[in-house]
């Protein structure tokens, strides 16, 4: 039975942001042809939304995509919910054993989105701005919260388009990667192997919430060339990240206890 409560015109304008969330940047008309809407309803919503401040358009192409203003609302939601001051100790920790950057992320859609970080005070360091969305699939903070997920979960977020191949090292058939993501889980992190960019690895770790999902993961992300060099290896990264990435989790349950009264003593 419909809600005669619903507001259509908002209905849509909601679903055009989850829209251009998945795929990036989209013309009018390829809007209109994947919502099946009129063309003239995509041009009067998705003007509103630009006016507002939650849609951008380049003046290349003339396509749209979502503003940075969405994240910035989710940004206070994140704040609100603490997780960012929460991690802020552990990442601090994890940067000063590791002397190489660190990242927290949360799986936004098909992106991981990373929400803090802390640059390595290396001279040639990896630099990723706070807001950046980079593709689940090929990253480590992308993989470590994909292993963590649902098998089904999984499927269903990637198999309705080609895995786009960034390097010659990006897993680009799904079968292969769901082999990976359960080594990932077996293990308790994940390795990005210049998946993404050429010369970077990346090892990650999930924060898992007391009912066993992943609500976000952290990251070292370090110059090939620093491990070739054999100061610190993979393994000594891998292990930092995961004890600490496993600290933090047991804190987040422990925020999540009821308080004791005398009947649960």
Known sequence: MENKNLVKSVIKALEIIEL???????????????????????HRLIT??????????????????????????GN????????RRQAQPYLEELAEKSHETVNLAILDGKY????????????IKVALEIGKKLPC????????????????????LLKSEPLKEFTPNTIT??????????????QGYSVDNEEYVQGLICVASPIINKQGEPIAAMSIAIPKYRIEE??????????LVKETAQKFSKELWSFSKPPLTNKNR
């Open 230 to 239: 054999g100061k610190k290896d993979l393994d000594y990264f891998a292990s």
């Open 20 to 42: 251009l969330n998945v795929e990036g940047e989209l013309s009018i008309k390829e809007i209109s042809t994947k919502l099946e809407l009129e063309k003239t309803t995509v």
């Open 173 to 186: 058939d799904l079968s292969k990667l769901m082999r990976e993501l359960r080594k990932i889980r077996e």
């Open 76 to 83: 206070r939601t994140i704040e609100r919910l603490g997780l």
């Open 48 to 73: 509103t939304l630009k006016e507002k401040g939650y849609v951008i358009q380049n003046d290349k192409d003339r396509r749209y995509s979502n503003s940075f203003k969405l994240f910035e609302l």
């Open 112 to 123: 991981v989105m990373y929400i803090d970080k802390i640059e390595s005070s290396e001279t």
């Open 137 to 156: 699939y090929c990253t480590g903070l992308g993989k470590a919260i994909l292993a963590y997920m649902s098998e089904q979960k999984v499927l269903e």
